[in-house]
C-alpha cells in the first residue's frame, strides 16, 4: 500500500533511532572544517588536544567530584563490560537485569572462570532492576534500558563498587556521579557521534580496585587493562588507535550542550520529547506507554505498544518510505511496538511532528 504522509506533515529530521543516533549536521560540518587532524597520529598534540578537551567537557558537564578521572578506550560498552570483568570485579558481581544489555553484562560476568557466580535481580522487560545489597563486591546495573525504554535510578547500593551503565543515559539525564565509581557509555546516542568508543567516569575506588587487582597477578588482556586506559588516559590518549572522526563530532557535541546551558537544559529537553510521546499515547485507545509506571519511564527512549489490530511493520515500512527511520522495536523483544530515541539531538518539534505522521499512517493501515 502506497502511503504519502503530507511535507506539512513531517519532520525536519526524520532520525529517531535509538543507536546509532542522529547526528547533528553541525557536527558533521565540524569534522569537515577539522579533516586536518585526519589521518595524523594520535600520539601527538592535536589528537591529545582534542581528547583533552572532551575529558575537560565531560568533566563540566557532569560536574564531576573531587578525584573522578575520564578514562576512555576503544571498543564501546560491550569492551567495557568485558573490561570490568577483568578489571573491577574481585569476586562476585550483582547485576539488575530488565533488559537484554543489562543481561548481557551479567552474562559476561557469569562466564568468566575465575568469578564466583553472580548475584541477579531481575525484573520483566517494562520494569526497573537495582541490585540489592549482598555479599558482591561489585554492583552493576544500567540507567537507561535502551531495549526497553525503562530508566533506573542512580544511587549507592551495598558496599562494593557501584558501576552504571550510562550508555543511552549519558548527555540525556542527569546523574550524580558521586553516587557511582564507574560510570560509562559510548558516544553514538546522545553525544550524536559515531560508536566504537567508551568513555568512563572513575572514582579513586576504582582505580586503586584495578591496580590492587592487576597487582594480585590476575591475567588481563592489555585491551581490557583498565590500569592501562587510566595510564593512557592521563596522557590524553587511547592504548591503540581511536577513531577520530568519532572524537571530532563527540567533541562539537558536547560544546553544543554546555552552550544550551547544560546537562539540565539538555535533560530538560529529552524528557519534553519524551512526555510529547507518553501524552501522545496515552491519548489514544490503541496506543499504551510500554512502561507501565511513569517514574520508570524513559526520558531518553520511549517505547509505545500498538494495539493488534495496527501492524507495526506496515507502520515502520510507511514511515521509512517517506524518511522517517528507526522507530522499530528491540528485536528481541518481538513486540507490536513503536521505540523512539528522543536523545539530545533529537528536536522537539520533530517528535511532535512524527506523532502526527503515526496518527496519519495508523488512519490509513488500521484494520
Excluded at 506539512?8 to 569537515?32: N, Q
Excluded at 572514582?203 to 580496585?209: D, H, K, L
Aim: net charge negative.
Amino acid at each position: 500500500m502506497q502511503i504519502d504522509i503530507p511535507r506539512s506533515l513531517l519532520p525536519t529530521d526524520g532520525r529517531f533511532g535509538s543507536g546509532p543516533a542522529k547526528v547533528r549536521p553541525e557536527a558533521l560540518t565540524h569534522l569537515m572544517e577539522h579533516s586536518d587532524v585526519m589521518g595524523t597520529s594520535h600520539r601527538q598534540a592535536p589528537v591529545r588536544n582534542l581528547v583533552r578537551d572532551i575529558q575537560e567537557g565531560l568533566t563540566d558537564l557532569y560536574r564531576l567530584p573531587e578525584g573522578y578521572e575520564v578514562a576512555l578506550g576503544n571498543g564501546g560498552s560491550s569492551a567495557f563490560w568485558d573490561l570490568a570483568v577483568f578489571s573491577l570485579i574481585r569476586e562476585r558481581s550483582a547485576h539488575g537485569v530488565f533488559g537484554e544489555f543489562t543481561r548481557k553484562f551479567a552474562t559476561a560476568s557469569a562466564a568468566a572462570p575465575f568469578l564466583s557466580e553472580p548475584r541477579i535481580f531481575e525484573s520483566a522487560p517494562g520494569g526497573v532492576a537495582v541490585p540489592g545489597a549482598c555479599d558482591a563486591d561489585t554492583y552493576c546495573w544500567a540507567q537507561n534500558e535502551t531495549s526497553t525504554g525503562a530508566a533506573a535510578p542512580v544511587e549507592r547500593v551495598g558496599y562494593g563498587l557501584v558501576l552504571v551503565d550510562a550508555t543511552s543515559a549519558a548527555g540525556g539525564i542527569d546523574a550524580d556521579i558521586s553516587a557511582t565509581d564507574a560510570y560509562y557509555f559510548a558516544p553514538q546516542k546522545n553525544f550524536s557521534s559515531d560508536g566504537g568508543l567508551w568513555f568512563a567516569f572513575l572514582s579513586p575506588a576504582a582505580i586503586e580496585r584495578a591496580e590492587t587487582i592487576r597487582a594480585g597477578g590476575r591475567w588481563i588482556p592489555a585491551f581490557l587493562d583498565l590500569t592501562s586506559a587510566v595510564v593512557n588516559s592521563r596522557q590524553h590518549q587511547t592504548l591503540n588507535t581511536p577513531a577520530i572522526a568519532t572524537l571530532l563530532m563527540m567533541a562539537e557535541q558536547i560544546r553544543w550542550m554546555k552552550e544550551l546551558g547544560g546537562m539540565e537544559a539538555v535533560a530538560a529537553r529529552c524528557a519534553a520529547s519524551t512526555s510529547t510521546v507518553y501524552r501522545w499515547a496515552e491519548e489514544r485507545d490503541w496506543a499504551t506507554p510500554f512502561v507501565r509506571l511513569p517514574e520508570h519511564r524513559s526520558p531518553v527512549v520511549a517505547t509505545i505498544d500498538l494495539d493488534e489490530h495496527i501492524d507495526a511493520k506496515q507502520v515502520f515500512s510507511v514511515l521509512r518510505e517517506n524518511g522517517i527511520v528507526d522507530v522499530d522495536p528491540y528485536r528481541a523483544l518481538n513486540r507490536n511496538q513503536l521505540r523512539i530515541g528522543c536523545y539530545a539531538a533529537v528536536d522537539p518539534d520533530d517528535v511532535e511532528a512524527l506523532m502526527a505522521c503515526i496518527d496519519h499512517v495508523v488512519e490509513r493501515v488500521a484494520h
